[in-house]
């Protein structure tokens, strides 16, 4: 066995939370003295100690239950027998876990549950991994004197209704595991217990199939579950895992780390793992269940060429294939200049890989053309976070929120996007932490079990910056400001600047109440909570950074977070929520034009030397082009070769048919990917990826995480991605010569002061790490900032608001905006092809129902949506969730075309795509668009083309 | 670069004055000159630094200055 795969064993499960108190007791436990933190239970102080006390309801990600009375003990002075789960530790207390009176209540108790419980063990889903099993070895129960034929459970029907797992009631013990998972862990409160005594049994929301319920499928009731009751389809099918090996999920960017449990070369489960750092043993639909894209049909696993994107696919070698690309793009540098070609890095491959991405267009196409995907989502966090605190990168760890007394969202859906990080901040509301969501729509956060916002400031899209600023004019005027933070942490003339700036009438929340739509009054009183709490934490996401002030608005963040001394310590700070999972990463890696990695300007000469002596290449000191700059250069006929390793800009980008144009416009398009993607459907040259179960590597999550992925199947194409990187760039001429993923980590170590410390040992030891890591932070950096900021003085940015040039007008009186939904990730290329697509199989857009009145819409309706750029087609959704005047719509599929509509307008500093604000008109109509029918007819062509790669020649 | 492509940069280049228009003026000129210095490609610059000398039009007054300072940082004639 490899030395990175584990036999599989069910992870250790200590009863009871561990206790976060520093104070110590010590014990007596069976004779042996033991020493544990002050609120531990006994429970939970004997597992540590190695006794493992019987026990069912009780399990370690969840509150102390008390319901099932095996863990019973003996406690010296105390009456009758306490549940060692719901008893906490005294100092000096003696516990007996094991006598006669308690191995025959125990007996009993077991005999009890046997007598209502199937007896098919052997053919049992968990045989040999099931907790009732084994307590019944355990305790030794021999016979079940009550006999079976009473009134049971045992014909209870199968709930088979999920795609990813059954509910099979007649195992279960009533333990009530799956509904504290339900509560404590993922915050859904779908489950219940419904009916008394004898009639008690699980229930997902009314008593209804689990798909029609409020559940999430996160998996956390799987996981809970001590029966057979709550299993996974793939278990059931494939039988217990046999080994297992850690990493870390390819979906968002929480960066989930996971068990990947297999069985040769096949995945069983994905198990969250309970030691990961982002994660806490929790998970979402996605990571848990939605893997089996990774094995489906629509892999392509031989590389691909051809002349003309309307010729057949040719399949051939990999060598063929390197060397057909670097002949088209040496000739079209010849032709055209060394800046007529480019790369785009993909934030869902590994930082090694996107490194060698960059690296390739550094040293072997001899120019700065490299970009990558966070230019059209959180670029602008780069250059704002970079430019006032002076690091491109959130400043705390997710656990943070936990100390945070107030929390405000900003354009941001956790609970969508980032399934698992809003448990964790749901999990803190439920403690009592005020909430302030700052959102055109009302998103599940303002409302849901338990969870209820303070303030839902549902601003109108694109006055982001008005609003902040007025925040900030709340927290100036009435003093509110944390003035012995400023003076000691920040620029005070820069300050003195802003201050001015922000006093000026005309940030006052009453003064942009008309062009924000939010009441002053709310917006006064949301800045007062946030400035008053001991602890305030801002999160936020895409809708701050895809505007035309994507940049301004996140510098507005910061600048409110240092007035108000919310920076530097737990609890606090300013925390973008990244969108693919390894978006941070790819930034990191120096995946931006104008960057080398580690965020160092191209213009720097000392940083160019570095890396050009390291790397054998003179380094070009002016910024290459951006994505979009890319795709204009292309029109113009400028720019003529692209190499795109894992993204998909035919359908990620805006303005799809200028994107179409550029595309089209190119001699020579690599395009390296798991599937053939649209934008593969005008590519030249096809690299077959490997998906991240397939490679080596590591992924840096939005808290700066760096975490292992490990490879736990061969690459099905023969080669992992940074192999095949390092094949085109030795037909360009320029030999690299890595033979395993750490090396290249060592690289970027030996010339990134901010990952000095970091290596795949240290990984290995440590499970994950979050950069910072060098000298001074040897385990690495969870909270930033803390004795000063980066740059040395926070810096305060005058921030104008500034409105869009995308408004409602008469000819498009609307705004639509864009976002993403819990069962599909981005593009939808891996979602799509799993059972998530029962969840959502087309993008609809939303519509308020005094829009569709209007209009004549009605739900269901087809309805035309045309802006300046585009027309598109979708099927309308009637609800108030969006406000009057505003529509909303996802991107996960393609023929929905969605960027179709959205514009070329993009943030002022970094071109990040206004996604989130462009003016449309809706009519109903009967008939798909023009562009949607020619996106039929141009995949037909390209599907065909493809199968003629795969079909034996006709015989002549 | 076609006029298509010209025309957007200007577009970029009054967008980035916009954002940078507030206190002194000399500081915003820098701030917009910087800027594009620091991000855009040396054939944006020249487009934009012919564009302006071409008399054209289209900049706002922050941008035609601050181009006027790119023109003298990438050695071409104001």
Redesign the interface.
């Known amino acids: 066995m490899r030395a990175d795969y584990k036999p599989y064993a069910r992870e250790r499960d200590f009863g009871t939370p561990e206790s976060q108190s520093t104070e110590q007791v010590t014990l007596e436990i069976d004779g042996e003295t033991i020493a544990v933190p002050k609120g531990t239970t006994v429970l939970r102080a004997a597992a540590e100690a190695g006794i493992n006390i019987p026990k069912l309801c009780a399990t370690d990600s969840q509150k102390a239950f008390g319901s099932c009375r095996l863990c019973l003990v003996e406690i010296e002075g105390a009456k009758g027998l306490p549940a060692s789960c719901t008893t906490e530790v005294r100092e000096g207390m003696v516990v007996t876990t094991e006598t006669n009176r308690l191995a025959s209540i125990r007996r009993n108790v077991m005999e009890l549950y046997i007598s209502d419980h199937p007896l098919d063990c052997l053919t049992c889903p968990t045989n040999g991994d099931c907790e009732l099993q084994d307590m019944a070895g355990s305790v030794g129960l021999r016979e079940v004197r009550y006999g079976y034929e009473g009134e049971n459970h045992l014909d209870a029907e199968k709930d088979r209704s999920n795609p990813y797992f059954t509910f099979d009631p007649s195992k279960c013990i009533v333990c009530s595991r799956c509904v504290r998972a339900c509560e404590e862990v993922q915050g859904t409160f779908a489950l219940t217990i419904d009916g008394r005594g004898f009639e008690s049994k699980v229930a997902a929301s009314q008593d209804q199939p689990f798909i029609d319920s409020e559940c999430v499928s996160c998996g956390a009731c799987i996981q809970a579950c001590p029966t057979a009751t709550l299993t996974e389809n793939s278990l059931i099918e494939m039988g217990q895992p046999e080994h297992y090996a850690i990493t870390t999920c390819a979906y968002c960017g929480v960066g989930c780390s996971f068990r990947a449990e297999m069985k040769g070369g096949k995945v069983v489960k994905m198990i969250p793992n309970k030691d990961g750092g982002a994660n806490h043993g929790h998970s979402c639909v996605k990571g848990r269940f939605a893997f089996g894209y990774a094995t489906h049909k629509d892999r392509i696993t031989k590389p691909m060429i051809r002349e003309s994107i309307h010729d057949p696919w040719q399949e051939v070698s990999w060598d063929e294939a390197f060397e057909f690309a670097a002949k088209k793009l040496k000739g079209i540098q010849a032709k055209y200049g060394p800046g007529s070609i480019g790369g785009i890095t993909s934030s869902r491959c590994t930082n090694e890989e996107t490194y060698l991405v960059q690296k390739l267009v550094r040293a072997a196409f001899g120019n700065n053309n490299v970009d990558t995907c966070a230019r059209v989502c959180h670029s602008p966090t780069g250059y704002g976070l970079k430019t006032t605190l002076g690091e491109s990168a959130g400043t705390q760890n997710f656990d943070s929120v936990m100390k945070a007394d107030v929390i405000m969202v900003i354009g941001a859906n956790p609970t969508d996007a980032h399934p698992v990080f809003a448990s964790q901040m749901k999990r803190r509301l439920r403690e009592g932490a005020g909430l302030i969501v700052v959102d055109p729509r009302a998103i599940d956060l303002v409302r849901s079990p338990h969870v209820k916002a303070e303030y839902h400031l549902g601003l109108r899209p694109g006055t982001n910056v008005a609003i902040i600023n007025a925040l900030a004019h709340v927290v100036l005027s009435e003093g509110l400001e944390d003035k012995s933070f400023i003076e000691q942490r920040c620029d005070l003339e820069a300050y003195e600047d802003w201050r001015n700036f922000i006093l000026e009438e005309r940030n006052s929340p009453e003064n942009v109440e008309q062009e924000t739509g939010v009441p002053a009054e709310t917006a006064r009183a949301a800045a007062r909570l946030y400035a008053a709490a001991p602890n305030a934490a801002i999160y936020y996401g895409l809708g701050v950074s895809e505007h035309s002030q994507g940049s301004t608005m996140v510098m507005g963040i910061a600048n409110l977070a240092m007035a108000t001394g919310n920076l530097g310590r737990e609890g606090v700070g300013v925390n973008p929520l990244r969108g693919q999972n390894n978006v941070q990463g790819s930034c990191d890696m120096g995946s931006f034009p104008h960057e080398l990695p580690g965020y160092r300007h191209v213009s720097d000469a000392a940083v160019r030397k570095l890396f050009g002596d390291d790397w054998g290449v003179e380094i070009q000191p002016d910024p290459g082009l951006r994505i979009p700059n890319m795709f204009d250069a292309a029109v113009a006929g400028r720019f003529k070769g692209l190499y795109v390793q894992g993204e998909d800009v035919a359908q990620s980008d805006p303005d799809t048919q200028h994107v179409e144009a550029a595309l089209s416009s190119l001699e020579c398009m690599i395009v390296q990917d798991l599937f053939l993607n649209e934008t593969a459907k005008f590519a030249h040259v096809f690299l077959p990826g490997s998906s991240f179960l397939e490679k080596n590597g590591t992924f840096t999550n939005a808290e700066r995480r760096i975490s292992p992925v490990r490879k736990v199947m061969e690459p099905m194409a023969e080669l992992e991605d940074w192999q095949a990187t390092m094949g085109l760039a030795k037909a360009m001429g320029y030999d690299m010569s890595y033979s395993h993923p750490s090396e290249i980590m060592d690289e970027i170590a030996r010339l990134t002061p901010t990952f000095k410390g970091v290596s795949f040992e240290k990984l290995d030891k440590l499970g994950s790490i979050q950069w910072p890591c060098n000298d001074e932070a040897e385990f690495g950096t969870p909270t930033m900032h803390v004795e000063e900021f980066v740059r040395g003085k926070g810096l305060f940015r005058v921030t104008p608001y500034v409105p869009t040039d995308e408004r409602s007008t008469s000819k498009y009186p609307l705004l639509l905006t864009t976002g993403r939904i819990l069962s599909q990730y981005n593009v939808g290329a891996q979602t799509r092809r799993t059972a998530n697509l029962g969840w959502h199989n087309e993008d609809v857009l939303e519509m308020h129902p005094h829009d569709a009145e209007q209009r004549g819409i009605e739900e269901g309706d087809w309805v035309g949506l045309q802006s300046r750029a585009g027309e598109t087609v979708l099927r309308a959704v009637i609800t108030d969730r969006v406000q009057p005047g505003v529509v909303y719509t996802t991107f996960h599929h393609p023929e929905s075309g969605a960027n179709v509509v959205t514009t070329d307008n993009s943030d002022w500093a970094t071109n990040c795509p206004e996604y989130k604000v462009t003016a449309v008109q809706a009519f109903k109509v009967s008939k798909l668009s023009d562009w949607q029918r020619k996106f039929e007819a141009f995949t037909d062509e390209q599907i065909d083309l493809l199968e003629r790669a795969r079909r034996p020649l006709p015989v002549s | 670069?076609?006029s298509?492509?010209t025309n957007?940069l200007v577009r970029?280049a009054n967008?980035?004055a916009?954002?940078f228009?507030?206190?002194k003026r000399d500081k915003a000129v820098a701030g917009v000159s910087d800027?594009l210095?620091?991000?855009?490609?040396?054939?944006?610059k020249r487009a934009i630094v012919e564009h302006r000398q071409s008399g054209k039009g289209g900049l706002n007054d922050i941008a035609d200055d601050a181009v006027r300072a790119l023109a003298e940082t990438i050695g071409q004639p104001a």
């Open positions: 670069m076609g298509d492509g957007k970029m967008q980035i916009d954002n228009d507030y206190g800027h210095t620091r991000f855009w490609t040396p054939d944006m």
